[in-house]
């Protein structure tokens, strides 16, 4: 996985946690921020919906 989200660059997102097959279990505060994060800075650069217009 790490190679694929090198290979797509700024398209690809990639957090690597210390667990095995269950990280959102064994890390859920680690991944919880992680996961908040991503969001938040996704929240921070999309465009603002403009209003629709009456014609």
């Known amino acids: ?21 269950f990280a959102f279990l064994d890390r859920h505060q680690e991944c919880e921020r992680a996961i908040t994060s991503w969001l938040r800075e996704q929240e921070a650069r999309a465009p603002i919906p403009s209003a629709p217009s009456e014609t």
């Open 1 to 21: 996985m790490r190679a694929f989200a090198q290979a797509a660059g700024p398209l690809a997102t990639w957090f690597e946690v210390d667990s095995g097959h």
